[in-house]
């Protein structure tokens, strides 16, 4: 079962913030955060494992509520750099593989 | 030299032909993936591999199969290909050391396949 990604996109100005939720209808383990510039492979972000953690990548930072299924990745202070579209991989408390969302795009303008 | 290759990067076939994908790493991962990736569904797991006895069908396995030659090597095949799977195919790695699923996955630059 894929998780739910939203929204499934999203138009910032440079300097502006943004929120992109990913819920699942499973008990997770974890959430995976990638990266997908136009043309390339999905580059890895970030991982949240159980326990409510958070963990940042620059000014990109994550957190992972497990009772709720959801995680959320926070853009901060966006830069052009950070266009591109977003997959969470959930995995389930019983799986050993990943889920993919559908992915959020995200486009940065001057 | 990059660690997850695939070849080819791109085949245009027509339907009916057999097609083989294939992605080789030197990252020494145990854990090999196929995605296909369409637009506005992401990614989607067509097949994985823990190791190379382990072979296992993830969501969309219908109409593909897999082999696993040797640690570094997971090929995919389309026994008769048809448009509908027509997509960008990537391969990806991830090196488990925990026995769950909680590691970075490293993909590949991906296959753009058009069925004719």
């Known amino acids: 079962q894929q998780p739910v990604q939203s929204p499934q996109a999203v138009i910032l100005r440079e300097g502006e913030d943004a929120v992109i939720n990913c819920s699942s209808s499973?008990?997770?383990?974890?959430v995976h955060w990638y990266r997908q510039k136009h043309g390339e492979a999905p580059v890895f972000l970030m991982i949240?494992?159980?326990?409510?953690e958070q963990k940042g990548h620059e000014k990109i930072s994550a957190s992972f509520n497990e009772k709720k299924q959801q995680s959320s990745l926070y853009l901060t202070a966006s830069q052009l750099s950070y266009s591109g579209t977003y997959f969470c991989?959930?995995?389930?408390?019983?799986?050993?593989?990943?889920?993919f969302g559908a992915g959020t795009t995200v486009t940065v303008r001057a | 030299d990059a660690d997850v290759t695939q070849t080819p990067r791109n085949r245009i076939t027509k339907t009916g032909k057999r097609i083989m994908l294939e992605c080789s790493q030197t990252?020494?991962?145990?854990?090999m993936y196929w995605y296909r990736q369409d637009p506005g569904l992401g990614l989607r797991l067509i097949y994985y591999?823990?190791?190379?006895?382990?072979?296992n069908k993830g969501e969309i396995s219908d109409g593909y199969s897999v082999s696993r030659q040797a640690q570094a090597k997971f090929s995919l095949s389309l026994e008769s290909a048809i448009p509908n799977q027509t997509a960008l195919y990537f391969c990806a790695t991830s090196d488990s050391t925990s026995g769950r699923e909680a590691d970075t996955q490293y993909f590949g630059p991906g296959t753009r396949l058009t069925v004719l």
């Open positions: 990252k020494g991962h145990d854990r």
């Open positions: 949240l494992l159980k326990g409510g």
């Open positions: 591999s823990f190791d190379v006895k382990d072979i």
């Open positions: 991989g959930t995995e389930g408390a019983d799986d050993y593989k990943l889920s």
């Open positions: 499973k008990a997770l383990y974890s």
